[in-house]
């Protein structure tokens, strides 16, 4: 009984997420006029014509790299520093911890559109507008605290004991850390990687405001100006859409795998 | 091989108004095996993190082989500990947990592995050098616990309640293997346990501590027969000596120098030193209440009034029941007696 009220359930669930994109993917596929269609019409042939429209005409392969080299690179930098600071916060006494804490966590809820202007003179002032660097970095504003949170909650589960065991070994605290305490630790940097890699991606309103040209836009961005004054190309937008959503469900995938595996390595006590 | 003296040690946890430890001194000859045994919260396990140098004291000094090491970081003391939850590392197979401490040192590899399988093979952990502690039995683990520590020659071992996540007949093996291996090894050995049977059989010195104070340190005989105060006398052996509260009738009672009469006094008798009778043989009488019968001897529950009951250990296949009325008397020559403020008072007649 209780099986069968679960298996409902997560149909009912499967089919409330999954139908959109369903629908997405095969509208990406339709010509235009089939959208608008009332009937659904058999005859109407799929085919990759707003594919090739939207990288042969609108070159959307460079939004795509844009994304994949900005998100890469905040996820990649944040976890860099957050790594060893969450650590720090999880382990170490020092005074002033728990306001710093306070401090990474106001900054992480911080509603982005206050900091837009301010974050503006500041890039304008270093040149970066219109640049890379220029939206990795006050992404790393809201990325880093984000994952210091996550990864000082994972450290702080840890149980001391391996590295005390580690100390007494011989390591001195750096090697205890990166020799056994971080191993441990990387279901949760994967997790961690996953949460920044996705908020970077998605990112809207700052690549929106940091970028000028078409060159330097990201995929949220390039997205939201497929649309023109007086039309809207639906077939390219929702192209757009499914091939934006690829990169995403690679690295999840890739990291899930890693998530799974890191939960049974951990399983040693008891 | 090392001597570890601790000099008035004191440690009060940050937040915490009850000092963990209030001022343990102590010394721990080169290749002794001493055992600490307290109730838990009684500092115990304090006491080995100060040695290890996992906490620093608030006050007081760690010497090992006199040497100040009170501020010493863990790794430059040379000890081994092992952790009662094993804390072997889940990442590592059991060859490199074994070798993990070897190549902190720089120690080359060949030496290292040679040292690995010398004592993987002691410990009979030899087939499972390549797997990983998540593929080990908790017996497994222990004894992979174990090599880690003995396969560095430390100067001296810390254990931390090792065994107390074994099942009961691997625990009695593992005692006896680790009393063994003290005898082949002569290293010092610290041994921290809330089991006093465990502190008994692997001790050859017992220190009992209680809320962060010393009550005794002495060897398992000594404490058994002749227990500083209350909290010794009950806390050692089992089931727990017989506690009956009473005031001194005649200074003659016991004989104690120094005993006064009208002083409240406590008597303590252990229940192998009880003997049940007839009831008109008895000092006191009463009634049987429980009968726990465990086969060499047969644990005898008595009621002598509504406040007062008496323990009594009766060979095996003792014929008591429950209800039958019986009378007690108590061997001469091992009474205990403590004053009011739980001080042992005098030796018993």
């Not at chain 1, 990325?143 to 840890?158: C, H, I, K, S, Y």
């Not at chain 2, 726990?292 to 009034?305: F, K, M, S």
Request: charged share 20%; hydrophobic share 50%.
């Amino acid at each position: 009984m209780n099986a069968l009220i679960k298996r409902v359930a997560m149909t009912a669930l499967l089919v409330f997420w999954a139908l959109p994109l369903c629908w997405m993917v095969l509208a990406s596929l339709r010509p235009e006029s089939a959208l608008y269609a009332t009937t659904a019409t058999a005859t109407a042939g799929f085919g990759g014509n707003h594919y090739r429209a939207l990288f042969a005409e609108r070159r959307f392969w460079q939004p795509m790299l844009n994304s994949i080299v900005v998100a890469s690179s905040t996820t990649l930098l944040a976890l860099v520093v957050a790594v060893p600071c969450a650590y720090a916060m999880a382990r170490l006494q020092f005074r002033g911890k728990r306001a710093l804490m306070a401090v990474v966590l106001a900054i992480s809820t911080f509603p982005q559109v206050s900091i837009v202007p301010s974050l503006f003179l500041i890039l304008r002032a270093l040149g970066l507008i219109d640049t890379i660097p220029g939206l990795v970095l006050p992404y790393l504003t809201f990325a880093t605290p984000l994952a210091v949170w996550l990864m000082a909650g994972f450290f702080r589960e840890l149980p001391p004991d391996l590295e005390e065991a580690a100390r007494l070994d011989g390591a001195s605290r750096l090697r205890a850390a990166v020799e056994v305490a971080l191993p441990l630790a990387a279901p949760a940097v994967a997790t961690t990687a996953i949460l920044t890699f996705l908020y970077a991606w998605n990112e809207f309103l700052f690549a929106l405001s940091f970028t000028v040209s078409p060159d330097r836009q990201t995929v949220p961005v390039a997205i939201a100006l497929l649309q023109g004054r007086y039309q809207v190309p639906w077939g390219q937008i929702l192209a757009a859409a499914v091939t934006a959503s690829v990169p995403v469900a690679v690295v999840v995938l890739a990291f899930q795998r890693r998530i799974v595996k890191g939960l049974t390595a951990g399983a040693v006590k008891g | 091989m090392a001597a570890i003296a601790l000099e008035d040690l004191r440690k009060v946890h940050g937040g915490s108004a009850r000092p963990a430890l209030a001022g343990l001194s102590l010394e721990i000859a080169d290749g002794e095996r001493l055992a600490i045994v307290g109730p838990s919260g009684s500092g115990k396990s304090t006491v080995l993190r100060l040695i290890a140098g996992l906490d620093l004291p608030t006050s007081g000094r760690v010497r090992i082989d006199n040497a100040d090491v009170t501020d010493a970081p863990p790794e430059s003391r040379d000890l081994a500990m092992v952790f009662q939850s094993y804390a072997l590392y889940p990442h590592m197979t059991v060859r490199a947990n074994l070798s993990f401490g070897l190549r902190m040192r720089g120690i080359d590899r060949a030496e290292i592995e040679a040292r690995v399988v010398r004592v993987a093979d002691s410990l009979g952990l030899r087939l499972y050098l390549d797997r990983k502690p998540a593929a080990l039995s908790g017996g497994e683990r222990q004894r992979v616990a174990l090599g880690r520590a003995i396969v560095r020659h430390p100067k001296a071992f810390l254990f931390d309640e090792p065994l107390s996540n074994l099942d009961p007949q691997l625990r009695g093996r593992t005692r006896t293997e680790l009393v063994t291996l003290h005898q082949r090894l002569g290293a010092t050995m610290i041994y921290v346990t809330h089991d006093q049977e465990e502190a008994m059989t692997l001790g050859q010195r017992i220190a009992v501590l209680r809320d962060g104070h010393l009550e005794q340190v002495a060897t398992p005989q000594e404490l058994y027969d002749r227990p500083a105060n209350r909290f010794v006398a009950t806390f050692i052996g089992s089931p727990a000596m017989n506690l009956l509260e009473g005031t001194a009738a005649r200074a003659a009672f016991t004989g104690a120098p120094g005993e006064r009469a009208n002083e409240q006094l406590c008597v303590g008798i252990r229940p192998q030193d009880v003997m049940l009778v007839s009831p008109e043989a008895g000092t006191l009488t009463g009634t049987v209440d429980v009968v726990e019968p465990l086969g060499h001897a047969t644990v005898v529950h008595v009621r002598i009034d509504d406040t007062t009951r008496v323990v009594a250990v009766a060979p095996g296949r003792h014929h008591a029941h429950s209800g039958d009325p019986v009378g007690v008397q108590f061997a001469s020559g091992r009474l205990h007696l403590f004053a009011a403020d739980g001080r042992r008072r005098g030796d018993s007649t």
